[in-house]
């Protein structure tokens, strides 16, 4: 797989072969300024064409010849006692199938011998090649790298399934052990129970376990809430396998039973998922899908009297971005918002709700994406819309005051665009009645 990736890479460097590309891995950090070590993932770009997890490597691939050359640290006996077995260089190209193994201090000399027209290397590195008296250019290569890494290969896109298996069932075991009374914390311990359990250390990012008015903030990170009866539980959560991410969100009722309130609320946000999945296939743009999903959400808080007016006023006056604030959706890969949602050239849209939108890209097959709309109550966008002018009109005050400690709800899929539409990795109950009997 990495070395497929090498190779497509190569193909955009094809003009200038005289040129070599510098990746820098990543480096072991520490708590402040003590000896405690968070835990290593390797740098992203680095992983994706090396495969290699392991701290203070680096890495150089010839864009003629294609060489790869595996940069390797001189470890001393010292590091052998704390850290364990240090390898040899041959038992290094048994293991990642480099064409070449290097120490770092050898670095600097195979690279002067290369006579390189370019160093290419991504922002951040320039110091180094510097170091060795060679001139970096950061113009290219994380543009290249981002291209490469938006269509996936079936071989990451096994990887984001597996991450995807493991997250579905940690999502189910949490919505069956949710109960009244219950700490944030301890939902989250049993979620990442699973996931570990499974071999999946690394979380993709940091999960939300947030209920009641905890789930209409956007990046909560609270954990200390007792869950209370009769309120919502909204959890977004991932896991990883060998790098890929899976990102995934589910909201339901605390007690298993949605009110009616909360049921009306919920199959808003669920049409609104329902009807972006189904736009969600090539030559589609993320943009559309996301005034779609917005046009789905305003179009049922009309419905219920929430709000007031027609479907076209409330999208034109951006009415929808009082509920739905964040983008519909982002790339998924080794990052969990991934590269390459604006391409060289694309600009954000300066409008409420999109603007956040991480991705403004036509869908095209092997991208992988999370669509994620949601609902939410928020007092800091409600409470001075109700004494704007433009849009107070539309506003039902009174009903929307009183959900001020309602929270929010949010429903994510992650899904992968085939050449007829697209695959659903996401298998977590999303349905009322299912999630009611699941948690019955
Ligand atoms: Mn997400």
Redesign the pocket.
């Known amino acids: 797989m990495h070395h497929e990736h090498r190779k497509k890479l190569l193909t955009l460097f094809k003009d200038d072969k005289d040129s070599v590309l510098y990746l820098k891995g990543g480096t072991v950090s520490h708590r402040y300024d003590t000896d405690f070590e968070y835990p290593f993932r390797q740098e992203s770009n680095f992983l994706y064409l090396t495969g290699v997890d392991e701290p203070d490597m680096s890495a150089v691939l010839h864009a003629g010849s294609g060489e790869y050359v595996l940069v390797i640290p001189r470890r001393d006996a010292k590091f052998a006692v704390w850290m364990g077995y240090v390898r040899s260089t041959d038992e290094y190209s048994d293991l990642y199938g480099p064409d070449r193994v290097i120490y770092d201090d050898e670095l600097s000399d195979w690279l002067k011998k290369q006579a390189p027209a370019k160093v290419h290397c991504l922002p951040g590195s320039e110091k180094d090649i510097r170091q060795f008296g060679l001139d970096p250019d950061i113009g290219h290569l994380k543009d290249a790298l981002a291209w490469c890494r938006v269509i996936k290969s079936e071989g990451e896109i096994a990887c984001l399934k597996t991450a995807a298996a493991a997250a579905n069932q940690a999502h189910l075991e949490v919505m069956q052990a949710v109960y009244a009374g219950a700490f944030e914390y301890e939902m989250k311990a049993v979620f990442d129970s699973h996931v570990v359990r499974h071999g999946q250390i690394h979380a993709p990012?940091s999960g939300i376990f947030a209920s009641g008015p905890g789930s209409a903030i956007l990046h909560y990170t609270g954990k200390h809430r007792r869950l209370g009866d009769g309120e919502l539980f909204l959890v977004?959560a991932?896991s990883e396998h060998n790098g890929y991410a899976s990102?995934i969100?589910r909201t339901y009722p605390v007690n298993g039973r949605f009110t009616a309130l909360q049921a009306e609320l919920y199959d808003i946000v669920l049409n609104a998922l329902t009807t972006a999945l189904n736009l969600v296939r090539p030559g589609n743009k993320m943009e559309d899908v996301h005034l779609a999903a917005a046009r789905a959400i305003i179009t049922g808080l009309r419905d219920t009297g929430l709000v007031k007016g027609n479907p076209d006023e409330l999208m034109e006056k951006n009415v929808f971005a009082l509920f739905f604030p964040h983008g519909l959706?982002?790339f998924?890969g080794l990052d969990?918002?991934d590269v390459g949602g604006y391409p060289k050239g694309t600009e954000k849209i300066d409008r409420p709700g999109l603007r956040f939108l991480r991705a403004r890209r036509i869908f095209e097959p092997g991208m992988v994406l999370?669509i994620?709309p949601g609902l939410y109550f928020i007092p800091a966008l409600l409470e001075p819309a109700l004494s704007e002018k433009e849009v107070s009109g539309h506003l039902n005050a009174k009903r929307l005051r009183e959900l001020f400690d309602f929270g929010g709800i949010r429903i994510?899929d992650n899904v992968v665009v085939r050449e007829d539409g697209h695959e659903n990795l996401t298998t977590v109950p999303k349905i009322r009645q299912e999630i009611e009997m699941v948690m019955s």
């Open positions: 990012y977004d991932g990102d969100t959706g982002h998924l969990t918002h999370t994620e994510e």
